[in-house]
């Protein structure tokens, strides 16, 4: 049950049927498992309390389901053609150089056959230059220390998300 002091934004996702919620929650996050996980908790009273879902659910994720998360994020300078969202919070890459456009594709293919996915990073409000340092700073990682930072990546990246999701019209 929602209050009256509960958001009209996320009223209205508390309010979404079953596959509407489902649809809106696996456009924040391709996992599968996350998005029931949220799914399952409504109703939310405050933002704040979908925010901590969404912590609590990025936790429990196993390793098949953080990949399943990453299927959904395009490589750091290629968002998908038409996908409004990935180009907005890649819009670092928008102004960059063809040589850093280059470089990151080289290091992206490097950190991809490394460790078997996309470099996942939260790239909202960050450079070119500063994507590219992380993912040359990070591809010395281990396989295990790197999942931990990626689920970081990740809920950091959900969270951003889901305020849109839930902001005013």
Same mark, same amino acid.
């Given at each position: 049950m929602t209050s009256n002091s509960t958001p009209p934004g996320l009223t209205r996702f508390n309010e979404l049927g079953e596959s509407a919620g489902l649809a809106a929650l696996r456009e924040v996050c391709a996992?599968?498992?996350? #998005?029931a996980r949220l799914l399952r908790a409504r109703p939310y009273a405050t933002p704040d309390e979908l925010y901590a879902a969404?912590?609590?659910a990025m936790a429990a994720l196993t390793a098949a389901d953080l990949e399943e998360a990453m299927a959904g994020h395009p490589?750091?300078?290629?968002?998908?053609p038409g996908d409004p969202t990935s180009s907005r919070e890649q819009?670092?890459?928008?102004?960059?150089?063809e040589e850093l456009r280059a470089e990151m594709l080289e290091l992206n293919l #490097?950190?991809?056959?490394?460790?078997?996915?996309?470099?996942?990073?939260?790239?909202?409000?960050r450079t070119g230059e500063q994507m590219r340092d992380a993912v040359r700073e990070r591809i010395g990682n281990t396989p295990?220390?790197?999942r931990e930072i990626v689920r970081t990546e990740l809920g950091k990246i959900n969270r951003i998300r889901l305020a849109r999701l839930v902001?005013?019209?």
């Open positions: 996992s599968t498992v996350w #998005a969404n912590d609590t490589p750091i300078g290629r968002p998908r819009r670092g890459m928008a102004g960059a150089s #490097a950190y991809q056959e490394k460790f078997g996915h996309v470099f996942l990073i939260c790239a909202t409000g295990e220390r790197e902001a005013e019209d």
